[in-house]
């Protein structure tokens, strides 16, 4: 089979499926292999990057004022598939806090947990750390136009790089499942905002027709330049924690690509010698929206059939996906670094997302779902009280503050059949007082 390098990168992309593994050059425009449909990943050769070295010019670039120094994503650019005089597109993601968390610790059983915040990228969401490198490509490949189906968060983060690119960029959401917050930004930022009538999947299925259109470039997760971008979170947060290796890292799953980046991310570090073995990488749904979990559960190879669910339900709207995408890959990060995939309830969801917000922290409700599912995993003795958990939390509290009033003021509804009201044990509702301070302070007492 030929091999399709790029000259000055040394990098191509494969096809992933074991008995396909066709390769490409990187700037031919295609999202799955032609000749089977399987997705891709990109390869780069390793040779000459030692690892001392690594780390001292990674931490080095910190103090630089080089607008690809000044990311957390072009930071760790000899991880990526671009030569190095590529003119990028930038809005200085990455760099995002990793906090502990001692009230979310105690509230999920464990000494240690920090949490990796990946909301404080600069649209809110971890998406903008693919973003940069996707619409980058973009650029390189001369498209004109750029499109995602999104849930919410991957549009604004696109219609805030497409306008950084000064590229046309339009949005495929499902109608009214979209919170205010995200539609908002993506308004702003001077995307098309196209509503269809359909959930996530349907919006998946049109912008993978659209993309036949030479000039129309597609920026979902499928698209491995946006995996690319995605995993240097890997490297900067094993560059906070010294290079040591947690125990486990968790994350939610929606189209799995996020969790596909990190186990990547952390496939690459350990080929590179920069860590001597991999986290645990555990990845979390909710209960309605699942398909993953179900996979994970009955099925114990890749030839297994993978079972769309049709109507996914959640109020997580960042994960209400049925048909995740990037399942392949998400499954083999799983399964070589010894994971779990589980699933929490709404409720679950709901009070280890206030107790994020009592650590001063905060995040989506998609994000929380990785707190509910260690409590579980301590519970069940999958982790043990005294290991070493990071839990990444995906988007920024605002995102949904619909999701937030109604939990304080105990009127979420669930998404079963019933819909019963959330209790919400962490419930915090705002109190009426008159505008005198003898009021105030008896409130107070
Ligand atoms: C996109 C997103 C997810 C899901 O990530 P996938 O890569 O689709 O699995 C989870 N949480 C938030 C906040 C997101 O924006």
């Known amino acids: 089979m030929s091999e399709t390098r790029e000259p000055s990168t040394g990098a191509l992309q494969r096809c992933i499926e074991p008995r396909c593994g066709k390769t490409y050059g990187l700037n031919e425009r295609l999202y799955v292999c032609r000749s089977c449909g399987g997705l891709l990943s990109i390869e780069q050769p390793r040779e000459g990057l030692a690892k001392e ?23 760790f650019r000899e991880l990526l598939p671009f030569s190095s005089d590529v003119s990028i597109v930038t809005l200085t993601e990455g760099n995002t806090p990793l906090y502990d968390a001692p009230r979310a610790a105690a509230y999920s059983g464990l000494a240690w947990l920090k949490l990796k915040h990946q909301g404080c990228n600069p649209t809110g969401s971890f998406k903008d750390t693919g973003m940069t490198t996707a619409v980058t490509q973009a650029r390189i490949l001369g498209a004109r136009v750029v499109v995602c189906a999104s849930t919410g968060n991957t549009s604004a983060s696109l219609a805030a790089y497409a306008a950084r690119a000064n590229l046309d960029c339009a949005i495929l959401v499902p109608e009214g499942q979209v919170s205010s917050a995200k539609l908002a930004q993506s308004l702003d930022y001077g995307a098309k905002v196209l509503e269809i009538d359909g959930n996530f999947d349907a919006a998946m299925r049109v912008v993978r027709e659209l993309a036949e259109d030479e000039s129309i470039y597609l920026v979902n997760s499928i698209n491995p330049f946006r995996i690319e971008g995605q995993k240097t979170v890997a490297a900067e947060l094993l560059e906070q924690l010294e290079w040591q290796v947690p125990e486990h890292v968790v994350v939610p799953g929606g189209n799995l690509g996020n969790s596909s980046a990190f186990g990547k991310g952390f496939s690459e570090l350990l080929k590179l010698g920069l860590i001597d073995r991999l986290p645990r990488l555990h990845v979390i749904q909710a209960e309605g929206a699942a398909p993953f979990a179900r996979f994970f559960k009955e099925q114990h190879d890749l030839s297994g059939e993978f079972e769309n669910v049709e109507h996914p339900r959640t109020l997580a709207s960042a994960i209400k996906i049925g048909a995740p995408v990037s399942w392949q890959k998400a499954w083999a990060a799983v399964r070589e670094s010894d994971g779990l995939v589980l699933t929490v309830s709404e409720a679950e969801i709901a009070d280890a997302k206030a107790m994020v917000g009592r650590d001063g922290v905060g995040c989506e409700p998609a994000s929380a779902t990785t707190v ?45 059949e019933d819909g019963g009201l959330i209790e919400g044990h962490f419930k915090n509702r705002p109190i009426r007082v008159k505008a005198d301070a003898v009021s105030i302070l008896r409130t107070l007492e």
């Open 53 to 75: 070295d690594l780390r001292t010019l990674w931490r080095q670039r910190r103090a630089s004022l080089d607008e690809r120094d000044r990311s957390g994503v072009w930071r």
């Open 372 to 416: 509910a599912g260690i409590k579980k995993l301590v519970a069940a003795g999958v982790i043990s009280p005294e290991e070493k958990v990071v839990a990444v939390l995906t988007g920024h509290l605002l995102k949904d503050p619909d999701y937030v009033s109604k939990y304080h003021s105990g009127q979420l509804r669930d998404v079963g």
